[in-house]
């Protein structure tokens, strides 16, 4: 048994940079204190130590120096500006700055029971109709999804969950079950027909009915759970509605227990002529209930349940917003690593010069 939670919680996917903090906020002016203290006893150092040399003004004019003296020179600077550049991202990385972020979520309380006729005259639509429910089950997030199948009696398959993992196993189970009695039935071979005989194990109880509507809705808007919470409830409800016995309630009485259970009932029809006949008062009885009619061939239908169950049925509460304290020291990492290569280039090259 599958214990669903009371909520789920769902996150937007934006995110608001709230502010930027260092865990150590003394190691920037520190550093720049000592690099400036650096210069100041450099500058001083070298003005004590520096040497005159007599006649050299007109070696220092010599055309084939002068461009080992401008190279000489912007070693220098260059020099200068790594180490500074360097001393700079090395105190910004010792600094630890840190990225401080919030995200706002919302408590999205859905219920969504997928609602399976399995008679014989859905049979054929069976594969397709189960094939919209997983595609529609794809563009869910959060949502507590259960699945129930019926003929005669119901069957739950899986009752309100949000472990979509199993979600997904049952479905393509019930997707390969639908196809495969269908083909039994036209006498084609199946690879494991005792798995697709075993899916609608409960579903034939009552002899000598078939397609009990009404106590197939009923049985899954019994589905539906805390009904004193303040959730929202859809129930999809795949059938043609072509009755074929006695049930105890009647299709009216069915949407009226689901409408009291606070749900909604999308109606997937499986194809043909909805206007009139079963079609049409099916498209009635979803409307009673706030709900729709679409048309299981129609390619936008999944479109179209989803976006109406995910408009028109979901309750959002405020929560608290998350906040993260992310490292936000990536960047200054990388330029320290290449300043320290680009100082490693520099004394080659001005080791290489001073050789020659």
Known sequence: ??????????ALPTWDTVSTTTVRPWVLPAVGALVLVAVVVGLLWRGRRALRVANVDALLREPALRPWLVAHRVLRVLVVLVVLGGATAAAVV???PQRVETRPQVLANRDIVLCLDVSGSMLQYGEQVVATFEKAVEEFRGERIALTVWNSTSRTVFPLTDDYDLVRRELETARVAMGGIARLLDGDDVADPQAVLDFFTGTDGLE????????????CALQL????????????LATDNELAGTPVYTLDQAAQLARSRGAEVYALYPGGTWRQGPGAQLRVVAQDTGGRLF?????SS??????DVQAHQQVQMDADPQRFVVDDEDGWVLALVVLATVVVLLAVVAGGRSRS
């Open 1 to 10: 048994m599958v214990t669903p939670p009371t909520s789920v919680l769902v």
């Open 94 to 96: 010792a600094a630890q």
């Open 295 to 299: 048309v299981a061939d129609d390619p």
């Open 302 to 307: 999944v479109d179209d349940v989803v976006a």
């Open 225 to 236: 759970d805390q009904v004193a919470v303040d959730r929202s409830r859809s129930i999809l």
């Open 208 to 219: 000598g009915q078939t397609s009990l509507i009404g106590d197939g809705l009923a049985t």
